[in-house]
């Protein structure tokens, strides 16, 4: 059983910094992919950042260049997501989203989303 779980969200000012995490845990044997995307109510979620597993591969949102900064911890199953210069038009459901290998196959999953709230 896999499971993926984020943390570190929560209630900043504009311009403040926040860093998100997201461990997988289980019976893993690989991990091909990790990305952050986000979600606002009544729109459809977005790509926010990916990486490949070297991490020498990493795509950004043009709405996050320079502000958010994808790394990863292989040894820890784990990628984070530091986003520093936050405004409001960030406020969103953030979710992890993981492409694994397993002993059942490859496949991806979804964390539960954790909030990130920007606002005065």
């Known amino acids: 059983q896999v499971q993926v779980e984020e943390s570190g969200g929560g209630l900043v000012q504009p311009g403040g910094s926040l860093r998100l995490s997201c461990a997988a845990s289980?019976?893993?044997?690989?991990?091909?992919?990790m990305a952050w995307y986000r979600q606002v109510p009544g729109k459809q979620r977005e790509l926010v950042a990916a990486?490949?597993?070297?991490?020498?591969?990493?795509n950004y949102a043009d709405s996050v260049k320079g502000r958010f900064t994808i790394s990863r911890d292989n040894a820890k199953n784990t990628v984070y997501l530091q986003m520093n210069s936050l405004k409001p038009q960030d406020t969103a459901v953030y979710y992890c989203?993981?492409?694994?290998?397993?002993?059942?196959?490859?496949?991806?999953?979804w964390g539960q989303g954790t909030q990130v709230t920007v606002d005065p």
């Open positions: 989203y993981t492409i694994l290998a397993t002993n059942s196959g490859t496949r991806s999953y």
């Open positions: 289980g019976s893993i044997f690989s991990i091909n992919y």
């Open positions: 990486s490949t597993p070297s991490s020498r591969t990493t």
